[in-house]
Protein backbone atom coordinates (compact mmCIF):
# COMPACT_ATOMS: atom_id res chain seq x y z
CA UNK A 1 0.00 0.00 0.00
CA UNK A 2 1.42 3.53 -0.66
CA UNK A 3 1.72 5.97 1.39
CA UNK A 4 1.30 9.65 0.86
CA UNK A 5 3.92 12.19 1.46
CA UNK A 6 3.59 14.42 4.08
CA UNK A 7 5.83 18.06 3.94
CA UNK A 8 9.48 17.46 4.76
CA UNK A 9 10.31 18.13 8.60
CA UNK A 10 6.53 17.44 9.56
CA UNK A 11 5.42 16.39 12.95
CA UNK A 12 3.00 14.39 10.75
CA UNK A 13 5.88 12.17 8.91
CA UNK A 14 5.47 10.22 12.30
CA UNK A 15 5.87 6.46 11.17
CA UNK A 16 2.49 4.75 10.76
CA UNK A 17 0.98 1.96 13.00
CA UNK A 18 2.28 -1.32 11.44
CA UNK A 19 0.48 -2.42 8.21
CA UNK A 20 -0.91 0.49 7.91
CA UNK A 21 -0.36 3.81 5.77
CA UNK A 22 0.62 7.18 7.16
CA UNK A 23 -1.92 10.37 7.77
CA UNK A 24 -3.12 11.66 4.06
CA UNK A 25 -1.71 15.36 5.24
CA UNK A 26 -5.01 16.38 3.93
CA UNK A 27 -7.96 18.06 5.56
CA UNK A 28 -10.59 16.06 7.33
CA UNK A 29 -13.91 14.78 5.54
CA UNK A 30 -15.74 16.74 9.22
CA UNK A 31 -14.48 19.87 8.18
CA UNK A 32 -13.94 20.79 11.88
CA UNK A 33 -11.56 23.40 12.41
CA UNK A 34 -9.29 21.32 14.68
CA UNK A 35 -9.51 18.83 11.31
CA UNK A 36 -7.49 20.92 9.11
CA UNK A 37 -4.35 19.56 8.33
CA UNK A 38 -2.56 22.94 9.45
CA UNK A 39 -4.26 22.32 12.93
CA UNK A 40 -3.14 19.21 12.87
CA UNK A 41 0.39 19.46 12.27
CA UNK A 42 0.06 22.27 15.07
CA UNK A 43 -1.34 20.12 17.66
CA UNK A 44 1.18 16.93 16.61
CA UNK A 45 3.72 19.50 16.83
CA UNK A 46 2.89 20.43 20.43
CA UNK A 47 1.92 16.75 21.06
CA UNK A 48 5.20 16.61 23.84
CA UNK A 49 4.20 19.21 25.68
CA UNK A 50 0.10 17.76 25.95
CA UNK A 51 1.00 14.59 27.52
CA UNK A 52 3.42 16.12 30.00
CA UNK A 53 0.09 18.68 30.74
CA UNK A 54 -1.96 15.81 31.74
CA UNK A 55 0.50 14.26 34.49
CA UNK A 56 -1.14 16.71 37.57
CA UNK A 57 -4.30 14.64 36.25
CA UNK A 58 -2.59 11.40 35.98
CA UNK A 59 -1.03 12.06 39.42
CA UNK A 60 -4.66 13.05 41.25
CA UNK A 61 -6.04 9.45 39.78
CA UNK A 62 -2.87 7.44 41.97
CA UNK A 63 -0.42 6.98 39.03
CA UNK A 64 2.97 6.95 40.17
CA UNK A 65 5.57 9.28 38.19
CA UNK A 66 7.24 5.83 37.42
CA UNK A 67 4.50 4.67 35.18
CA UNK A 68 3.30 7.52 33.97
CA UNK A 69 7.30 7.81 32.87
CA UNK A 70 7.30 4.12 31.33
CA UNK A 71 4.57 4.23 29.19
CA UNK A 72 4.41 7.66 27.90
CA UNK A 73 7.98 7.66 27.20
CA UNK A 74 9.04 8.17 23.38
CA UNK A 75 5.40 7.94 22.77
CA UNK A 76 4.60 9.73 19.21
CA UNK A 77 1.35 10.49 17.71
CA UNK A 78 -0.51 8.10 14.83
CA UNK A 79 -1.50 10.91 13.06
CA UNK A 80 -3.48 8.24 10.42
CA UNK A 81 -6.51 8.50 12.68
CA UNK A 82 -7.49 11.62 12.09
CA UNK A 83 -8.16 10.01 8.40
CA UNK A 84 -10.15 7.47 10.24
CA UNK A 85 -11.62 9.90 12.84
CA UNK A 86 -13.61 11.46 9.67
CA UNK A 87 -14.43 7.98 8.01
CA UNK A 88 -16.42 6.50 10.47
CA UNK A 89 -19.01 4.26 8.26
CA UNK A 90 -21.80 4.87 11.04
CA UNK A 91 -21.31 8.45 10.14
CA UNK A 92 -20.72 8.58 6.66
CA UNK A 93 -22.73 5.20 4.91
CA UNK A 94 -26.89 5.33 4.33
CA UNK A 95 -28.20 3.18 7.06
CA UNK A 96 -28.81 0.77 4.69
CA UNK A 97 -25.50 0.17 3.69
CA UNK A 98 -24.25 -0.17 7.28
CA UNK A 99 -26.41 -2.92 7.57
CA UNK A 100 -26.14 -4.93 4.67
CA UNK A 101 -22.32 -4.44 5.22
CA UNK A 102 -22.88 -5.92 9.26
CA UNK A 103 -25.97 -8.02 9.49
CA UNK A 104 -24.74 -10.88 6.81
CA UNK A 105 -25.17 -14.26 6.14
CA UNK A 106 -21.92 -15.58 7.37
CA UNK A 107 -21.82 -13.55 10.60
CA UNK A 108 -25.54 -14.72 11.52
CA UNK A 109 -23.74 -18.42 11.33
CA UNK A 110 -21.06 -17.78 13.14
CA UNK A 111 -23.06 -16.34 15.41
CA UNK A 112 -25.19 -18.97 15.83
CA UNK A 113 -22.60 -21.46 16.34
CA UNK A 114 -21.21 -18.75 19.07
CA UNK A 115 -23.94 -19.10 21.13
CA UNK A 116 -24.03 -22.84 21.11
CA UNK A 117 -20.77 -23.41 21.91
CA UNK A 118 -20.93 -21.15 24.51
CA UNK A 119 -24.54 -21.63 25.64
CA UNK A 120 -23.60 -22.55 29.37
CA UNK A 121 -21.70 -19.53 29.95
CA UNK A 122 -24.36 -17.15 28.12
CA UNK A 123 -26.94 -18.85 30.24
CA UNK A 124 -25.08 -18.42 33.33
CA UNK A 125 -24.64 -14.56 32.68
CA UNK A 126 -28.64 -13.73 31.79
CA UNK A 127 -29.67 -15.26 35.19
CA UNK A 128 -26.86 -13.26 36.86
CA UNK A 129 -27.14 -9.96 34.92
CA UNK A 130 -30.82 -10.49 32.99
CA UNK A 131 -29.58 -9.00 29.55
CA UNK A 132 -30.51 -11.13 26.46
CA UNK A 133 -27.69 -13.32 25.57
CA UNK A 134 -28.68 -12.56 21.65
CA UNK A 135 -27.91 -9.16 22.64
CA UNK A 136 -24.48 -9.65 23.66
CA UNK A 137 -23.70 -11.79 20.53
CA UNK A 138 -25.18 -9.17 18.45
CA UNK A 139 -22.07 -7.05 19.83
CA UNK A 140 -19.62 -8.95 19.64
CA UNK A 141 -20.19 -10.10 16.27
CA UNK A 142 -20.32 -6.81 14.67
CA UNK A 143 -17.76 -5.06 17.21
CA UNK A 144 -15.25 -7.41 16.11
CA UNK A 145 -16.91 -10.59 13.87
CA UNK A 146 -15.96 -12.38 16.86
CA UNK A 147 -12.88 -11.95 18.07
CA UNK A 148 -11.11 -11.74 14.75
CA UNK A 149 -10.65 -7.94 14.18
CA UNK A 150 -10.29 -6.76 17.64
CA UNK A 151 -7.59 -3.82 16.14
CA UNK A 152 -4.37 -3.97 16.49
CA UNK A 153 -3.16 -0.32 17.45
CA UNK A 154 -2.28 0.24 20.92
CA UNK A 155 -4.65 2.14 23.27
CA UNK A 156 -2.52 4.09 24.64
CA UNK A 157 -0.80 5.69 21.83
CA UNK A 158 -4.55 6.36 20.13
CA UNK A 159 -6.13 7.81 23.19
CA UNK A 160 -3.04 10.10 23.40
CA UNK A 161 -2.90 11.53 20.15
CA UNK A 162 -7.13 11.68 20.31
CA UNK A 163 -6.40 14.16 23.20
CA UNK A 164 -4.34 16.17 22.12
CA UNK A 165 -5.03 16.21 18.45
CA UNK A 166 -8.53 16.67 16.52
CA UNK A 167 -12.15 17.81 17.13
CA UNK A 168 -12.73 15.51 20.17
CA UNK A 169 -9.42 16.30 22.76
CA UNK A 170 -11.61 16.91 25.89
CA UNK A 171 -13.40 13.49 25.56
CA UNK A 172 -9.99 11.78 24.88
CA UNK A 173 -8.22 13.05 27.44
CA UNK A 174 -10.18 10.78 29.64
CA UNK A 175 -9.90 7.76 27.95
CA UNK A 176 -5.88 8.52 27.73
CA UNK A 177 -6.01 8.75 31.41
CA UNK A 178 -8.13 5.43 32.24
CA UNK A 179 -5.79 3.53 30.17
CA UNK A 180 -2.71 4.78 32.11
CA UNK A 181 -4.80 3.58 35.01
CA UNK A 182 -5.34 -0.02 33.70
CA UNK A 183 -1.17 -0.03 32.83
CA UNK A 184 -0.69 1.37 35.94
CA UNK A 185 -2.95 -1.09 37.94
CA UNK A 186 -1.93 -3.73 35.70
CA UNK A 187 -5.16 -4.93 34.85
CA UNK A 188 -4.17 -6.07 31.35
CA UNK A 189 -0.73 -6.13 30.17
CA UNK A 190 0.71 -3.45 28.11
CA UNK A 191 1.35 -5.75 24.60
CA UNK A 192 -2.91 -6.98 25.32
CA UNK A 193 -4.11 -3.96 25.70
CA UNK A 194 -4.83 -2.87 21.70
CA UNK A 195 -7.46 -2.33 19.72
CA UNK A 196 -9.04 0.37 17.36
CA UNK A 197 -8.04 3.50 16.16
CA UNK A 198 -10.31 4.72 18.91
CA UNK A 199 -8.72 2.95 21.72
CA UNK A 200 -11.69 0.51 21.98
CA UNK A 201 -10.12 -3.35 22.94
CA UNK A 202 -11.26 -6.41 23.44
CA UNK A 203 -13.73 -8.85 21.08
CA UNK A 204 -16.37 -6.71 23.08
CA UNK A 205 -14.72 -3.47 22.15
CA UNK A 206 -14.10 -1.66 25.46
CA UNK A 207 -12.76 1.86 25.78
CA UNK A 208 -10.83 2.49 28.90
CA UNK A 209 -13.13 3.89 30.57
CA UNK A 210 -15.97 1.50 29.79
CA UNK A 211 -13.77 -1.42 31.25
CA UNK A 212 -13.00 0.81 34.52
CA UNK A 213 -17.05 0.79 35.23
CA UNK A 214 -18.08 -2.41 34.18
CA UNK A 215 -15.50 -5.19 33.56
CA UNK A 216 -16.07 -8.38 35.66
CA UNK A 217 -14.32 -11.17 37.01
CA UNK A 218 -16.97 -14.05 36.07
CA UNK A 219 -14.18 -17.24 35.86
CA UNK A 220 -12.54 -16.38 39.28
CA UNK A 221 -9.34 -16.03 38.15
CA UNK A 222 -8.58 -12.83 39.75
CA UNK A 223 -8.58 -10.76 36.32
CA UNK A 224 -10.78 -8.89 34.40
CA UNK A 225 -9.95 -10.15 31.62
CA UNK A 226 -12.00 -8.83 28.40
CA UNK A 227 -9.43 -10.11 25.83
CA UNK A 228 -8.87 -13.40 26.23
CA UNK A 229 -11.81 -14.68 28.90
CA UNK A 230 -14.83 -15.62 26.89
CA UNK A 231 -16.94 -15.56 30.98
CA UNK A 232 -15.64 -12.28 31.30
CA UNK A 233 -16.10 -11.01 27.93
CA UNK A 234 -19.60 -11.96 28.15
CA UNK A 235 -20.35 -11.18 31.72
CA UNK A 236 -18.44 -7.53 31.50
CA UNK A 237 -20.46 -6.40 28.20
CA UNK A 238 -24.29 -7.63 30.33
CA UNK A 239 -23.07 -5.90 33.11
CA UNK A 240 -22.04 -2.87 31.01
CA UNK A 241 -25.98 -3.20 29.69
CA UNK A 242 -27.39 -4.05 32.81
CA UNK A 243 -25.78 -0.67 34.52
CA UNK A 244 -27.05 1.53 31.09
CA UNK A 245 -30.65 0.25 32.77
CA UNK A 246 -31.18 -2.91 30.82
CA UNK A 247 -35.26 -3.64 30.84
CA UNK A 248 -34.71 -7.83 31.16
CA UNK A 249 -37.10 -9.50 28.82
CA UNK A 250 -37.58 -6.24 26.86
CA UNK A 251 -37.19 -5.53 23.07
CA UNK A 252 -35.20 -2.80 21.43
CA UNK A 253 -38.16 -1.64 19.19
CA UNK A 254 -39.72 -2.68 16.68
CA UNK A 255 -40.42 -1.96 12.58
CA UNK A 256 -43.83 0.01 11.41
CA UNK A 257 -44.99 1.42 8.89
CA UNK A 258 -46.44 4.79 8.65
CA UNK A 259 -49.35 5.64 7.15
CA UNK A 260 -49.59 8.56 4.05
CA UNK A 261 -50.34 11.92 5.88
CA UNK A 262 -48.43 10.96 9.25
CA UNK A 263 -47.00 14.04 10.72
CA UNK A 264 -43.66 13.10 10.94
CA UNK A 265 -43.25 16.30 13.51
CA UNK A 266 -43.48 13.45 15.93
CA UNK A 267 -40.77 11.41 14.79
CA UNK A 268 -38.59 12.87 17.36
CA UNK A 269 -36.79 11.04 20.27
CA UNK A 270 -37.98 13.91 22.60
CA UNK A 271 -42.00 12.84 21.69
CA UNK A 272 -42.72 9.67 23.48
CA UNK A 273 -45.89 7.73 23.45
CA UNK A 274 -47.37 4.68 24.28
CA UNK A 275 -47.52 1.63 21.50
CA UNK A 276 -51.02 2.20 21.97
CA UNK A 277 -51.27 5.37 21.16
CA UNK A 278 -48.72 5.10 18.40
CA UNK A 279 -51.53 2.51 16.72
CA UNK A 280 -54.31 5.00 17.11
CA UNK A 281 -51.93 7.77 15.01
CA UNK A 282 -52.21 4.78 12.29
CA UNK A 283 -48.56 3.43 12.92
CA UNK A 284 -48.81 -0.41 12.30
CA UNK A 285 -46.11 -3.70 12.36
CA UNK A 286 -45.68 -5.14 9.37
CA UNK A 287 -48.28 -8.05 8.93
CA UNK A 288 -50.66 -7.21 11.78
CA UNK A 289 -48.41 -7.88 14.08
CA UNK A 290 -49.77 -6.79 17.84
CA UNK A 291 -47.21 -5.36 20.58
CA UNK A 292 -47.16 -7.70 22.72
CA UNK A 293 -46.98 -4.84 25.52
CA UNK A 294 -48.96 -1.92 24.21
CA UNK A 295 -48.30 0.35 27.46
CA UNK A 296 -44.85 0.71 26.84
CA UNK A 297 -43.12 4.13 25.70
CA UNK A 298 -41.48 4.33 21.99
CA UNK A 299 -40.22 7.33 20.08
CA UNK A 300 -40.87 7.45 16.36
CA UNK A 301 -37.24 7.21 14.48
CA UNK A 302 -37.66 7.45 10.61
CA UNK A 303 -33.80 6.81 9.19
CA UNK A 304 -34.72 7.44 5.77
CA UNK A 305 -37.24 9.70 6.10
CA UNK A 306 -40.93 8.86 4.53
CA UNK A 307 -39.62 6.74 1.89
CA UNK A 308 -38.36 4.15 4.62
CA UNK A 309 -39.22 2.10 7.36
CA UNK A 310 -40.43 3.27 11.15
CA UNK A 311 -39.22 1.96 13.75
CA UNK A 312 -40.74 2.50 17.29
CA UNK A 313 -37.74 2.75 19.64
CA UNK A 314 -38.25 1.57 23.02
CA UNK A 315 -35.88 1.92 26.72
CA UNK A 316 -33.40 -0.93 25.29
CA UNK A 317 -32.45 0.81 22.26
CA UNK A 318 -31.62 4.17 24.65
CA UNK A 319 -29.64 1.53 26.59
CA UNK A 320 -27.44 -0.02 22.89
CA UNK A 321 -27.04 3.35 22.28
CA UNK A 322 -25.06 4.19 25.66
CA UNK A 323 -22.62 1.52 23.98
CA UNK A 324 -22.22 3.37 21.30
CA UNK A 325 -23.81 6.46 20.25
CA UNK A 326 -24.71 6.24 16.48
CA UNK A 327 -28.33 5.51 15.75
CA UNK A 328 -27.49 3.15 12.69
CA UNK A 329 -25.26 1.17 15.34
CA UNK A 330 -27.94 0.30 17.58
CA UNK A 331 -30.29 -0.23 15.00
CA UNK A 332 -27.89 -2.76 13.38
CA UNK A 333 -27.17 -3.95 16.65
CA UNK A 334 -31.17 -4.81 17.53
CA UNK A 335 -31.49 -6.13 14.20
CA UNK A 336 -28.83 -8.85 14.42
CA UNK A 337 -30.10 -9.95 18.14
CA UNK A 338 -33.51 -10.34 16.49
CA UNK A 339 -32.56 -12.58 13.17
CA UNK A 340 -29.90 -14.56 15.65
CA UNK A 341 -33.09 -15.23 17.42
CA UNK A 342 -34.39 -16.37 14.47
CA UNK A 343 -36.32 -13.21 13.29
CA UNK A 344 -36.73 -12.29 9.56
CA UNK A 345 -35.01 -9.06 7.63
CA UNK A 346 -36.56 -5.92 7.69
CA UNK A 347 -40.08 -6.24 5.71
CA UNK A 348 -40.05 -2.67 3.95
CA UNK A 349 -37.54 -1.22 1.31
CA UNK A 350 -34.81 1.33 1.69
CA UNK A 351 -35.10 4.03 -0.66
CA UNK A 352 -31.39 2.55 -2.35
CA UNK A 353 -31.73 4.91 -5.20
CA UNK A 354 -31.38 8.49 -2.59
CA UNK A 355 -28.37 9.76 -3.38
CA UNK A 356 -26.25 9.69 0.59
CA UNK A 357 -24.54 12.63 1.31
CA UNK A 358 -20.99 13.08 1.90
CA UNK A 359 -19.47 14.10 5.12
CA UNK A 360 -18.92 17.45 3.84
CA UNK A 361 -22.20 17.97 2.17
CA UNK A 362 -23.63 17.17 5.46
CA UNK A 363 -21.47 19.52 7.48
CA UNK A 364 -22.57 22.16 5.15
CA UNK A 365 -26.18 21.60 5.49
CA UNK A 366 -25.66 21.59 9.54
CA UNK A 367 -23.63 25.12 8.83
CA UNK A 368 -27.01 26.49 6.42
CA UNK A 369 -29.58 25.33 8.67
CA UNK A 370 -27.47 27.21 11.89
CA UNK A 371 -27.01 29.97 9.92
CA UNK A 372 -31.07 30.37 9.78
CA UNK A 373 -31.00 30.18 13.40
CA UNK A 374 -31.56 26.53 13.93
CA UNK A 375 -30.24 24.87 15.86
CA UNK A 376 -28.00 21.77 15.19
CA UNK A 377 -25.34 22.02 18.03
CA UNK A 378 -21.99 22.00 17.04
CA UNK A 379 -21.76 21.21 12.93
CA UNK A 380 -19.81 18.26 12.63
CA UNK A 381 -20.79 16.42 10.32
CA UNK A 382 -23.05 13.90 11.93
CA UNK A 383 -26.71 13.70 11.42
CA UNK A 384 -27.94 12.85 15.01
CA UNK A 385 -31.68 13.78 16.75
CA UNK A 386 -30.53 17.32 16.94
CA UNK A 387 -29.96 18.09 13.54
CA UNK A 388 -32.90 16.06 12.01
CA UNK A 389 -35.34 18.11 14.09
CA UNK A 390 -33.70 20.96 13.22
CA UNK A 391 -34.16 19.74 9.92
CA UNK A 392 -38.05 18.93 10.12
CA UNK A 393 -38.78 22.62 11.11
CA UNK A 394 -37.07 23.77 8.11
CA UNK A 395 -38.35 20.92 6.25
CA UNK A 396 -42.10 22.15 7.39
CA UNK A 397 -41.34 26.00 6.91
CA UNK A 398 -40.64 25.66 3.14
CA UNK A 399 -43.39 23.10 2.17
CA UNK A 400 -41.51 19.85 2.17
CA UNK A 401 -42.36 16.84 4.19
CA UNK A 402 -40.60 17.40 7.38
CA UNK A 403 -39.34 13.80 7.55
CA UNK A 404 -35.57 14.90 8.98
CA UNK A 405 -34.23 13.41 6.15
CA UNK A 406 -30.86 14.78 4.79
CA UNK A 407 -31.62 14.30 1.21
CA UNK A 408 -29.74 16.30 -1.56
CA UNK A 409 -33.07 18.37 -2.42
CA UNK A 410 -32.94 19.81 0.90
CA UNK A 411 -29.52 19.97 0.91
CA UNK A 412 -30.32 22.44 -2.88
CA UNK A 413 -33.09 24.26 -0.77
CA UNK A 414 -30.74 25.66 1.65
CA UNK A 415 -27.58 26.19 -0.63
CA UNK A 416 -30.71 28.12 -2.86
CA UNK A 417 -31.82 30.50 -0.17
CA UNK A 418 -28.55 31.13 1.01
CA UNK A 419 -27.65 32.14 -2.47
CA UNK A 420 -30.45 35.08 -2.15
Known amino acids: MSILPVATGSVGAVAPSPGGPA ?17 IREAAANFPACIESLWPEAARRGISRDSFVRFTAGLAPDLRIMDLMDAQ ?18 RLQKGREILAAHRPIFEAVERAYGVDRYIIAAIWGIESNYGTAIGERPVLRSTATLACIGRRQAYFREEFLSALEILHRGDVRPEDLKGSWAG ?10 AFKRYAVDFDGDGRRDVVTSVPDIIASTANNLKKDGWQPGHTWGYEVVVPQGFDYMLADPSKQFTLAQWETLGLRRPGGLAFPRPHERAYLM ?20 KYNPAEAYALAIGHFADRLRGGGPFVQPWPRDEPVLSRTERYELQQLLAARGYDVGEPDGRLGPRTRAALR ?8 VPDGFASATVLSYLRGQASR
Open 89 to 106: PEFTKAFWDYLDILVTDA
Open 302 to 321: VPAGARGPGFLMLNNFRVIM
Open 393 to 400: RYQASVGL
Open 23 to 39: WSGLDGASGHPLMTAEA
Open 200 to 209: AFGPTQFMPT
